[in-house]
Structures are given as structure tokens and as C-alpha cells.
């Protein structure tokens, strides 16, 4: 397994390089907004830490799904899988050392958003009122629990599909239809729509999770959207024809 490889591989590619580009300036301007004109704006209250990784969160649902689906998808679109597994015998390990290369990447841009919202919070802080990082624990079992569940799905879904644009499609689509339904279903007063939609609910089953107050029905979206799509990925990875 050369995870390394895989990263340099997705840096070396125009598309990657852009969609990193892109991504960070995107969340350091929302840091920074978030932070700083919280201080601004609220000059008699404190900056609060969790209201600035929300506003950075918001980017990062869409910035997250891009480059996980493209680092386990995107050779499969180009059709340069072929010239992979030429150099890199044995598939699964492919597959094994994209996931992790994937991992590393993201989970690198998800803790640099959190230290520049808390960089940016404290600056904020020195304008207006000061900061508050109380909710720092909040911050980590919520925000951060449900952007790794995005994480997640997203390079299930782009194991799955073995498509840039249908695993795109599935991994922003999917999760904005469901929160969108179980809002709905929760106006209308439907009960039974909200526990089947729940069973399939991965953002609210992690931040159970992450706070603690998971039961056993919250493993369900986890098995539906995440280990399943996995396993049959992983499947249809080891016996995809190439052509």
C-alpha cells in the first residue's frame, strides 16, 4: 500500500489541484467572516467558537464529498485505473490505500478548518468582547462527528459507484433529501416517515454518537450507508472489467 503515492497522484492532476485551491480559500474566508465579524458585529458579546466551525462547516459539506469522491472515484472516470493496477498489482490493496489516502487528506482539512475557526475566533475575540471556547466539547462531538459521517459516505459512495459524477450525485444529493424529508415529515407530524428516514439518517446517527446518546437503532444508517456500500464496492472493485 503507497497511500503516498495516491496523494501525490490527486495533487498532480489539474482538477485536484484547483479543487484544493478553491477549497481553502473558501474556508478561510469563511473563518474569517465567521470569526472576525462576530467581533465586529456583537462588540458586547463574546465570539463564540462553535458559531464559527457552524459557518465553516457549511463549505466543507460540499468541499468534503468533492475531493473523497474524487481521490476513490476519479481513476475509474479518466479510465487511468488501468495504468494503476499495471504498476500496482493486487486491487484491494489499491483500494485499501486510496481509502487511506482519502482519510489522511480530509482529515487534515477538517482539522485545519478547526484550528483557523479557533485562530479566528480568539482574533475576533480581541475586537469585540472577547471569545468563548466553552463550547469546544460541543464542537468536537457534533460539527467535527458529523463531517467525518460525511466523510464516510462520501468515499462509500465513491467506492460504489466507481463514478465522479455519480458518486458526487449520491454523496451531496442523498443527505439533502433525507434532512429535507425528515423536516418534512416532522411538519406534517408523520412519525412513521421520520423512523424510517431516521434509519437512514447518518449526520443526525454521528452527532447521537459523538454526544453520547446513541442506541442501537442510530447503527442502522452506519450498516445502510456506509459498511454496506463499502462491502459491495469493495466487490465490484476486485471484478470490474477495465475498458
Keep these: 500500500m503507497r497511500p503516498d503515492i495516491d496523494i501525490r497522484s490527486y495533487f498532480d492532476t489539474r482538477a485536484g489541484l484547483v479543487v484544493v485551491l478553491i477549497s481553502a480559500l473558501a474556508v478561510a474566508a469563511i473563518a474569517v467572516a465567521g470569526g472576525l465579524l ?10 463564540d467558537v462553535e458559531l464559527t466551525v457552524i459557518a465553516v462547516s457549511l463549505p466543507l459539506s460540499l468541499i468534503i464529498p468533492v475531493i473523497a469522491v474524487m481521490m476513490t472515484a476519479g ?10 493496477l499495471l504498476q500496482r498489482p493486487g486491487r484491494l490493496r489499491v483500494l485499501t490505500s486510496k481509502l487511506l489516502s482519502t482519510l489522511m487528506v480530509v482529515g487534515a482539512i477538517i482539522a485545519g478548518s478547526v484550528l483557523l475557526s479557533m485562530a479566528t475566533t480568539w482574533i ?26 460525511t466523510l464516510a459516505f462520501s468515499v462509500a459512495m465513491g ?16 443527505p439533502f433529501v433525507v434532512s429535507t424529508s425528515r423536516q418534512i415529515a416532522m411538519l406534517a407530524g408523520s412519525e412513521t416517515l421520520d423512523g424510517v428516514l431516521r434509519s437512514v439518517d447518518l449526520q443526525a446517527a454521528a452527532v447521537a454518537f459523538g454526544d453520547g446518546q446513541a442506541e442501537a437503532f442510530d447503527v442502522l444508517p452506519l450498516l445502510i450507508l456506509v459498511v454496506l456500500p463499502l462491502a459491495l464496492g469493495a466487490w465490484r472493485w476486485s471484478r470490474r472489467e477495465i475498458g
Design 124 to 149: 475576533g475575540g480581541s475586537i469585540g468582547d472577547g471569545s468563548d471556547f466553552a463550547s469546544m466539547d460541543r464542537v468536537l462531538t457534533t460539527q467535527v462527528t458529523a463531517l467525518l459521517a
Design 75 to 84: 481513476e475509474w472516470s479518466d479510465r487511468s485505473i488501468q495504468v494503476t
Design 38 to 47: 462576530q467581533g465586529g458585529l456583537l462588540p458586547d458579546e463574546a465570539v
Design 159 to 174: 467506492v460504489l459507484t466507481q463514478s465522479t459524477v455519480m458518486g458526487l450525485l449520491a454523496a451531496i444529493g442523498i
